[in-house]
């Protein structure tokens, strides 16, 4: 028999809990079978979860596989369930997918289930029937959003459908802890620690804990899971389909699985990250070195090696200006037991406790002025609204709800980070905070973890090798960790 190809499409999470895959297969296989074509299981291509109307066709992972297996083989038959499983764009398939191949292949027949004779896109019919599965795709993403939108500002609600997040279970359309919350949980607590993101993936691979997919951890899962504030009990919305686009926001939601205080300081190690460099870096001291004599920032040299299987690590901290080096090894044993004897001292003295609560609570009064700013910018757009309705001007009536609707996800945002503020408070009041710093100096420390130390307590070192070092130190925990300057004037 002759061999084909086909090619099964399943375009949404709620067709995985129906037997889509199943139905088309056995579609394909018994059409094949009626062509005198064989199919063999390695040559039945899935997409799973993929959109055919939202993504062009050569977006599509596995359509574009199954284009390079047919090249590689050339085998130059392949079978669809229908062609609404092809294309929902009316066109890309045929550019992307079609086309090319009939110059590799001249002799390529596509079939579909639902028709005897191979796919022409010169062919009427076929063009009649990529543009009403477009349409009808169309009809449907209108009434989605419209939907969606009508679910999201009822008075009772209840979370959409859609995929579950990891570490949740969904009960009568609400989110619940699953057995899997405690690796969300500990996934934060690493990464607060300066842990990346590809050293927690290999720490769970290592672990043999399954991955959402059931598969091995990577790092990007990691990043999905850290950036996703579904974790802290909030539920997002993003309606990217409309005219105007629009961005629900609803704390408090559901069980958090984390603090929000937590993803706030896992956001602040990222961006000291960005700012002072690697956190797993040997150099722990990197971009907080300043020469006593000319004031430039000391940089890094390493000229280690390796001979005969043996390492040997040659580290400095180099003043190119001034032209001298200080092997890290002598710096680090003079510099690290100074700073956490004032670390530890620090973080146990009651005024330090008193200046982070006034620090905190100016913080606060920053993100209330900025709320009221922007309530009173909703007012104005609001107002501009009415005009504009009254006017018949319904552009400007867009626009100023528009402006509205991004007020407001604004406001979301500051609350949402006012609430952060006062996890942080609450954990400043029961000694939780500082408890956590206590803790690491008490233990062997790793080198991020070190490394975050200094990023949070030291403001500069002043070294030269003819000058004792001099450690200025932050005076204000919070004010490194949280600068008034991120809270832009709003409204």
Same mark, same amino acid.
């Given at each position: 028999?002759?061999?084909?190809?086909?090619?099964?499409?399943?375009?949404?999470?709620?067709?995985?809990?129906?037997?889509?895959?199943?139905?088309?297969?056995?579609?394909?296989l018994?059409?094949?079978?009626?062509?005198?074509?064989?199919?063999?299981?390695?040559?039945?291509?899935?997409?799973?979860?993929?959109?055919?109307? /939202?993504?062009?066709a $050569?977006?599509?992972?596995?359509?574009?596989?199954?284009?390079?297996?047919?090249?590689?083989?050339?085998?130059?038959?392949?079978?669809?369930?229908e062609?609404?499983?092809?294309?929902?764009? !009316?066109?890309?398939?045929?550019?992307?997918?079609?086309?090319?191949?009939?110059e590799?292949?001249?002799?390529?027949?596509?079939?579909?289930?639902?028709?005897?004779?191979? *796919? $022409?896109?010169?062919?009427?019919?076929?063009?009649?029937?990529?543009?009403?599965?477009?349409?009808?795709?169309?009809?449907?993403?209108?009434?989605?959003? #419209?939907?969606?939108?009508?679910?999201?500002? !009822?008075?009772?609600?209840?979370?959409? #459908?859609?995929?579950?997040?990891?570490?949740?279970?969904?009960?009568?359309k609400?989110?619940?802890?699953?057995?899997? @919350?405690?690796?969300?949980? *500990?996934?934060?607590?690493?990464?607060?620690? #300066?842990?990346?993101?590809?050293?927690?993936?290999?720490?769970?691979?290592?672990?043999?804990?399954?991955?959402?997919?059931?598969?091995?951890?990577r790092?990007?899962?990691?990043e999905?899971?850290?950036?996703?504030?579904?974790?802290?009990?909030?539920l997002i919305?993003?309606?990217?389909?409309?005219?105007?686009?629009?961005?629900?926001?609803?704390?408090? *939601?559901?069980?958090?699985?984390?603090?929000?205080?937590?993803?706030?300081?896992?956001?602040?190690?990222?961006?000291?990250?960005?700012?002072?460099?690697?956190?797993?870096?040997?150099?722990?001291?990197?971009?907080?070195?300043? &020469?006593?004599?000319?004031?430039?920032?000391?940089?890094?040299?390493?000229?280690?090696?390796?001979?005969?299987?043996?390492?040997?690590?040659?580290?400095?901290?180099?003043?190119?200006? &001034?032209?001298?080096?200080?092997?890290?090894?002598?710096?680090?044993?003079?510099?690290?037991?100074?700073t956490?004897?004032?670390?530890?001292?620090f973080?146990?003295?009651?005024?330090?406790?008193a200046t982070?609560?006034?620090?905190?609570?100016?913080?606060?009064? !920053?993100?209330?002025? $900025?709320?009221?700013?922007?309530?009173?910018?909703?007012?104005?757009?609001?107002?501009k609204? &009415?005009?504009?309705?009254?006017? #018949?001007?319904k552009?400007?009536?867009? @626009?100023?709800?528009?402006?509205?609707?991004?007020?407001?996800?604004?406001?979301?945002?500051?609350?949402?980070?006012?609430?952060?503020?006062?996890?942080?408070?609450? @954990?400043?009041?029961?000694?939780?905070?500082?408890?956590?710093f /206590?803790?690491?100096?008490?233990?062997?420390?790793?080198?991020?973890?070190?490394?975050?130390?200094?990023?949070?307590?030291?403001?500069?070192?002043?070294?030269?090798?003819?000058?004792?070092?001099?450690?200025?130190?932050?005076?204000?925990? *919070?004010?490194?960790?949280?600068?008034?300057?991120?809270?832009?004037?709003?409204?």
């Open positions: 028999m002759t061999l084909a190809f086909g090619y099964i499409r399943r375009s949404s999470y709620k067709q995985q809990e129906n037997n889509s895959v199943e139905i088309q297969k056995a579609h394909i018994e059409y094949a079978r009626r062509k005198g074509l064989s199919v063999p299981e390695e040559f039945i291509i899935i997409e799973d979860v993929t959109s055919a109307y /939202n993504k062009r $050569n977006q599509r992972k596995e359509l574009m596989r199954l284009k390079e297996m047919m090249v590689e083989t050339m085998i130059p038959a392949v079978i669809f369930y062609e609404s499983r092809m294309d929902r764009t !009316a066109y890309t398939f045929v550019l992307d997918f079609y086309r090319p191949l009939k590799v292949i001249p002799d390529i027949l596509i079939y579909t289930t639902n028709s005897e004779n191979p *796919f $022409n896109p010169d062919n009427e019919q076929n063009k009649i029937a990529l543009l009403l599965y477009r349409q009808e795709s169309e009809i449907k993403s209108h009434r989605a959003v #419209g939907n969606l939108i009508a679910h999201l500002e !009822a008075e009772d609600k209840t979370r959409p #459908g859609s995929k579950v997040p990891f570490g949740y279970k969904q009960v009568k609400m989110l619940t802890p699953n057995e899997d @919350a405690e690796i969300v949980t *500990f996934i934060y607590y690493l990464h607060s620690w #300066g842990v990346s993101m590809g050293k927690i993936a290999s720490i769970l691979n290592e672990a043999v804990i399954p991955s959402p997919s059931g598969k091995t951890w790092p990007s899962t990691i999905n899971i850290l950036n996703n504030p579904v974790y802290t009990g909030m919305w993003d309606i990217q389909k409309s005219k105007t686009e629009r961005k629900y926001q609803f704390p408090d *939601f559901h069980e958090p699985l984390i603090e929000s205080s937590l993803k706030q300081i896992s956001d602040i190690n990222i961006q000291l990250q960005k700012d002072f460099g690697r956190l797993d870096t040997p150099f722990l001291f990197l971009n907080k070195l300043t &020469c006593a004599d000319c004031g430039d920032k000391l940089a890094n040299q390493n000229g280690s090696t390796k001979r005969n299987g043996i390492s040997y690590l040659y580290q400095y901290y180099v003043c190119r200006n &001034c032209d001298y080096k200080l092997a890290i090894d002598e710096l680090h044993e003079k510099l690290l037991p100074q956490f004897k004032h670390v530890q001292s973080i146990t003295a009651q005024t330090m406790k982070s609560e006034v620090y905190l609570s100016k913080f606060q009064n !920053a993100i209330k002025k $900025n709320i009221a700013n922007l309530k009173n910018s909703i007012d104005k757009a609001h107002s609204g &009415c005009i504009a309705k009254e006017q #018949g001007d552009e400007m009536e867009e @626009a100023a709800t528009f402006l509205q609707l991004k007020y407001q996800a604004s406001i979301n945002n500051l609350v949402s980070y006012s609430k952060s503020v006062d996890d942080l408070k609450g @954990a400043l009041d029961s000694d939780a905070f500082f408890h956590r /206590n803790q690491l100096l008490d233990s062997s420390l790793a080198i991020t973890e070190k490394r975050l130390i200094i990023l949070y307590f030291v403001d500069e070192i002043l070294i030269s090798p003819e000058k004792p070092p001099k450690l200025i130190f932050c005076d204000n925990f *919070f004010e490194q960790l949280l600068p008034l300057d991120k809270l832009q004037k709003q409204g």
